[in-house]
């Protein structure tokens, strides 16, 4: 059974930084992930993705501030936001996919994506 576990999210000003993790277990192929996030009465948007050959997509507003990795085992990923603003504040939700995905296919489709963490919020001060 695969499980993802989001961590690091926080109450943080304007300009600073964070770093979200997102550990599995029971994800034997890494086919693809990505990070998404859900602001109260909006719909979940995808934040960056990342896919089996490393290649990422950026939605267009994190671009440049964002960065999304992987570790050596490609069993905790990662996203490491700089420059936060308040439009950034939300739930982050890391998903997998359970096949081949390109990172601009996970950033685009939820509905491709299999495999979903809890959440963690993300809340930033102007």
């Known amino acids: 059974e695969v499980h993802l576990l989001e961590s690091g999210g926080d109450s943080v000003q304007a300009g600073d930084s964070l770093t979200l993790s997102c550990k599995t277990s029971g994800y034997g192929v890494n086919y693809g992930m990505a990070w998404f996030r859900q602001a109260p009465g909006k719909e979940r948007e995808g934040v960056a993705a990342?896919?089996?050959?490393?290649?990422?997509a950026y939605t267009d507003s994190v671009k440049d501030r964002f960065s999304i990795s992987l570790d050596n085992a490609k069993t905790t990923l990662y996203l490491q936001m700089n420059g936060l603003k308040p439009e950034d504040s939300g739930m982050y939700f890391c998903?997998?996919?359970?096949?081949?995905?390109?990172?601009?296919?996970?950033?685009?489709?939820?509905?491709?994506?299999?495999?979903w963490g809890q959440g963690t919020q993300v809340t930033v001060s102007s």
């Open positions: 998903a997998a996919s359970s096949f081949w995905i390109t990172a601009r296919q996970a950033l685009g489709g939820a509905d491709r994506l299999a495999y």
């Open positions: 990342i896919d089996s050959t490393s290649n990422t």
